[in-house]
């Protein structure tokens, strides 16, 4: 279905939102009465390429970090994980990286708290996006935050311009913040303006309900989602629905339902984007989309029971042996 050209250098690239993540150190009790955090790096995109760093792909990173410690700790901690970062620019305005406090009032109650004024990721300029380096990745990755101001806004679309012309195959996480976005409606307009080039959609439910407001007949249906936008580019359309787990469309009339394993879980978020790296290196490896939805949520439950995001991202052998520590169970 998706027509890799194995002959470039790059596996993957994302573009987007780089971020650190302070995450509460006392679980089980709410944000007021959190006194110590541990820091990793964070940004939904940041965390799917240091996903797919860790699986095994030669991957690199569009985006900006602030001019300070905290975006020389994303870059350093990219290198040590064997990401390129010859295109992560740095902001020379004064702009900070964002920072994401979390809660874990209990495994099941985690909430976050966002400081993302003047955020440096959303400073990356159109002039920053090279073509040259688009065209060198088999598959790109954007996802939704980035889209919510300018300049990043117009990099993004100049980044889905230089890949369609390139031939690079395009996924798109949805990564629907509400933090960062004026009103709904243009959530609506920008994501849709963006679906529209992107060949592989993930979302949950409530995203892509959001993206599709203008355009919704009846209750909302996965299966006329999926049509909506194979109508356009798109060759696989995924619909996340949390604990129910996921549902993947193809253009050639399959569909796909995952597995879930279970977990001891920690905490609730970093499902998502543990899921979608290890989907977008089954697609890259050619496996058919059972196996990549098994591997992705595999992983999911990994990272769900671990108190990181990014640090916890799997590698192949771990998500291999999970996978068969639950069959034997």
């Given amino acids: 279905m998706l027509n890799f050209d194995h002959g470039r250098p790059m596996d993957f690239i994302a573009v987007g939102r780089l971020c650190v993540d302070l995450n509460a150190n006392e679980t089980g009790r709410p944000m007021e009465e959190t006194v110590t955090f541990t820091k990793y790096v964070g940004g939904s995109p940041a965390n799917i390429a240091i996903g797919l760093s860790r699986l095994g792909a030669k991957t690199g990173f569009v985006g900006k970090v602030s001019d300070d410690q905290m975006g020389?700790?994303?870059?350093?901690?990219?290198?040590?994980?064997?990401?390129?970062?010859?295109?992560?620019?740095?902001?020379?305005?004064?702009?900070s990286l964002g920072l994401a406090f979390t809660e874990i009032k209990s495994p099941t109650d985690c909430?976050?708290?966002?400081?993302?004024?003047?955020?440096?990721?959303?400073?990356?300029?159109?002039?920053?996006?090279?073509?040259?380096?688009i065209r060198s990745a088999k598959a790109m990755l954007i996802s939704g935050t980035a889209l919510a101001a300018s300049p990043s806004r117009e990099a993004v679309f100049l980044a889905l311009d230089f890949a369609r012309r390139n031939g690079t195959v395009v996924m798109f996480d949805l990564d629907y913040r509400p933090y960062t976005w004026n009103n709904e409606d243009e959530v609506a307009v920008y994501y849709r303006l963006a679906a529209e080039k992107c060949d592989v959609l993930?979302?949950?439910?409530?995203?892509?309900?959001?993206?599709?407001?203008?355009?919704?007949?009846?209750e909302p249906?996965?299966?006329?989602?999926a049509k909506t936008w194979f109508a356009h580019h798109a060759d696989i359309v995924v619909v996340k629905h949390g604990k129910d787990g996921s549902?993947?469309?193809?253009?050639?009339?399959?569909?796909?339902?995952s597995r879930t394993f279970p977990a001891k879980i920690v905490?609730?978020?970093?499902?998502?984007?543990?899921?979608a790296s290890s989907f977008i290196y089954g697609l890259l490896r050619g496996w058919d989309i059972d196996k990549c939805m098994e591997y992705g949520s595999a992983s999911a439950?990994?990272?769900?029971?671990?108190?990181?995001?990014?640090?916890?991202?799997?590698?192949?052998?771990?998500?291999?042996?999970?996978?068969?520590?639950?069959?034997?169970?």
């Fill in 202 to 218: 993930i979302g949950t439910r409530e995203e892509f309900n959001l993206m599709e407001k203008f355009d919704r007949r009846g």
């Fill in 111 to 133: 909430s976050i708290l966002m400081y993302r004024s003047n955020a440096a990721d959303l400073k990356l300029a159109p002039s920053e996006v090279s073509e040259e380096y």
């Fill in 301 to 329: 439950a990994i990272v769900i029971s671990s108190h990181s995001c990014s640090d916890a991202m799997p590698t192949l052998g771990q998500i291999e042996r999970f996978i068969a520590e639950c069959q034997s169970g």
């Fill in 72 to 95: 020389r700790f994303v870059t350093d901690y990219f290198r040590k994980n064997g990401i390129d970062v010859t295109q992560v620019h740095v902001d020379r305005t004064g702009a």
């Fill in 247 to 257: 549902i993947a469309y193809t253009k050639e009339g399959t569909v796909h339902r």
């Fill in 221 to 225: 249906d996965d299966e006329r989602t």
């Fill in 267 to 275: 905490k609730t978020f970093g499902a998502g984007d543990a899921y």
